[in-house]
């Protein structure tokens, strides 16, 4: 009897102090994503001055009053390609306000790559900024005709994100925008 009471006494301390405060989460998973975009669609709205193919699945909000915006939205990825159409007589400086505005973040960013475009047949050149580390956008492009307008574009994400964990989505935004600029039309 002594000795069922001894190991009563032993199994109970065991399991007192065997199971402390001391626990082992789950590492944070992210869930796996995946390109949904299966094509595109040309953007031909009557009141936007430009044309350009859009991924299948995104939805556009425009301003009617000045022609001046677009915004690209993709729902399944919860992020928006902010868009500005400017015409301007000084092309030159509105190209270097808008290269600031992309140099802005090399403060908080571990690099930026450039990939150069240029179409002479339909007289369009861009740039197309990759922007990694722990910046807002980490994409942002700037196209023109070289003569009278630029537009431009940043990638923004609605909420606050890991870059490690949104890399995949930014690499299929990429695609997409450089399907916009090689489709890009003046009407």
């Known amino acids: ?30 869930p796996h994503i995946e390109n949904t975009s299966n094509g ?7 009141t936007f001055p430009l044309q350009f193919d859009i991924a299948n699945g995104t939805t556009t909000e425009s301003n ?16 928006t390609i902010y868009c500005t159409y ?16 992309v140099y802005v973040h090399s403060k908080h960013s571990s690099g930026i790559s450039t990939l150069s475009y240029n179409d002479t047949t ?5 740039e197309l900024y990759a922007i990694s580390g722990k910046v807002a956008t980490p994409l942002q492009f700037i196209a023109t ?15 606050q994100v890991n870059n490690d964990s949104v890399a995949p989505v930014v690499e299929y935004l990429k695609n997409d925008i450089i399907q916009i600029i090689e489709t890009l039309n003046h009407k």
Request: proline share 4%; aromatic share 12%.
């Open 64 to 79: 009617d009053k000045n022609n001046g915006w677009i915004n690209i939205k993709y729902p399944q990825y919860n992020a």
């Open 1 to 30: 009897m002594k000795k069922i009471g001894l190991i009563a006494i032993t199994s109970l301390i065991f399991i007192m102090f065997g199971c402390g405060n001391k626990t082992a989460p789950k590492p944070i998973a992210y």
């Open 86 to 101: 400017i015409k301007s007589n000084n092309l030159q400086q509105e190209i270097a306000k808008s290269r600031e505005l």
């Open 40 to 46: 595109y669609t040309p953007h031909r709205a009557e």
């Open 122 to 126: 339909k007289n369009v050149s861009a």
């Open 145 to 159: 005709d070289n003569t009278s307008y630029i537009f431009r574009g940043a990638l923004y994400f609605n909420s």
